[in-house]
């Protein structure tokens, strides 16, 4: 689920439902939107940042979203990879014991 924090104090609400949709639709997860601190625009994923207008110096878009998620979705295959490897390489080291 992501969340949107926005500044409600320089009227970001638009923007924040306008992305908020975008995610609805685009990445087909839910979105809520929340007012948060004067000048904030972040997006956060199950509660960690995924981006924010302070850290690029522009409102957030969901390009920016759409990259972070292919981003993590990469990192994660890699662990696995890596997980996998390792574990054929533990086996192969038992199996040479064992014989």
Same mark, same amino acid.
């Given at each position: 689920?992501?969340?949107?924090?926005?500044?409600?104090?320089?009227?970001?609400?638009?923007?924040?439902?306008?992305?908020?949709?975008?995610?609805?639709?685009?990445?087909?997860?839910?979105?809520?939107?929340?007012?948060?601190?004067?000048?904030?625009?972040?997006?956060?994923?199950?509660?960690?940042?995924?981006?924010?207008?302070?850290?690029?110096?522009?409102?957030?878009?969901?390009?920016?979203? %759409? $990259?972070? =998620?292919?981003?993590?979705? *990469? /990192?994660?295959? %890699? $662990?696995? =990879?890596?997980?996998?490897? *390792? /574990?054929?390489? %533990?086996?192969?080291?038992?199996?040479?014991?064992?014989?």
């Amino acid at each position: 689920m992501y969340l949107i924090k926005y500044c409600s104090r320089w009227n970001y609400r638009p923007r924040a439902e306008a992305l908020s949709a975008k995610i609805n639709q685009t990445i087909l997860d839910t979105c809520e939107i929340e007012y948060g601190t004067p000048g904030q625009f972040d997006v956060f994923r199950d509660g960690e940042l995924v981006a924010s207008k302070d850290k690029l110096d522009r409102f957030v878009t969901i390009n920016d979203i %759409v $990259k972070e =998620r292919q981003k993590s979705s *990469y /990192l994660e295959w %890699v $662990k696995c =990879r890596y997980t996998w490897d *390792y /574990l054929k390489v %533990v086996d192969e080291a038992l199996a040479r014991r064992m014989s």
